[in-house]
């Protein structure tokens, strides 16, 4: 994995020399569900889940004129987040899938799998680390240990964007098992304040709760949300965004989100529809303490479905990950 990480970042993070430019972050109008864009100010990109439509995701892009992915990350295997991921993986041949390791149980699920392989993405098992999107320092929040593997929100796969002073915060649909997990295990100056954070499980009951919005302390609160029957955002949710003094943003009443942050960290906020809402700056933060991160250990897969699960397969020799005993046929392949 230290190799696979070295590699990663070498490859989303070398760009030309040329004058510092803007960071932009799009959280996509893309119905009931997630989908976050992040291009640094070299051009290059991450999609941080797709939503559950193909159609709407690709016309996304299209509006937004992305010509190229360098990594896709889906926080979890729930069909809201990952089914816009396949026709971004199709058109873009991404070179990284960061996910959680943990495999779905649906069609979608398997067309995604199928379309990075086809695609010769490489799989990307979320751990401690870090990656350089150009000069963009984004830390991957893996699933804390001792999640239960039949329970993707518990399982999802955090990210941490931070671009001078600015920081923003995105967490998938973990719920509260996980959040209170990552708080025992990071100290709350490393996770917060953020400039933007985006709602947990688009506002559900068992999603933000105090002790944890008491560490990120979050200024400007982004909901990814469309209609639906679950009653998302919920008050609940809401009552707890006000009593942080969050501004609130909702994708189904303002369509899609945008950040532009300065180099020097300085953030402004726009919405595709609705009136202007003044993004919160509230008080200037002094330097927040860097999220540990330990060194990685090489991946190691006790068993080609494990493999398949994390989107590493086919194993080829040299390549971290790779096991002789998985190689079944000697020809330095496994899990064909």
Known sequence: ??????????????????????????????????????????????????????PRLQAL???????????????????????????AVTLFRPRFFLNNGVAGTTRVWDRLTAAVRK??????????????????????????????RDEQNLNSVGLLVQYGTFRALMTGDSEIPETMAWLKKYPASALGPVDV???????????????????????????GVGPNNYGHPTQQALSLYRQVGATVYRTDQQGTVTVVVQPGGKFAITTEKGGAVPANRGAVP?????????????????????????????????QPGYNPALDRDGDGVACE
């Open 286 to 318: 002094g330097p927040a303490t860097p999220v540990p991160v330990p060194s990685p250990a090489t991946p190691v897969y006790s068993s080609c479905a494990q493999a398949r699960a994390a989107g590493a397969a086919p194993l080829r020799r040299g």
């Open 197 to 223: 954070y985006k709602s947990i499980h688009h506002g559900a009951a068992n999603g933000d709760n105090p002790a944890w919005l008491k560490a990120v302390r979050p200024q400007n609160v982004v909901i």
């Open 61 to 87: 892009l299209r509006q937004y004129d992305v010509q190229s992915l360098d990594l896709v990350a889906a926080s979890h295997a729930d069909a809201d987040h990952i089914t816009g991921l396949i026709p």
């Open 1 to 54: 994995m230290r190799r696979l990480l070295a590699l990663a970042a070498l490859s989303l993070g070398l760009a030309a020399a040329q004058a510092p430019g803007v960071l932009i972050i799009r959280f996509l109008d893309v119905g009931q569900g997630d989908a976050v864009l992040i291009t640094s100010p070299e051009g290059k990109s991450i999609l941080y889940d797709g939503g559950r439509s193909e």
């Open 119 to 148: 695609a010769g993405t490489q799989g990307l098992l979320a751990r401690d680390q870090v990656i350089n999107l150009g000069s963009v320092r984004i830390t991957v929040l893996p699933p804390p240990p001792g999640m239960p």
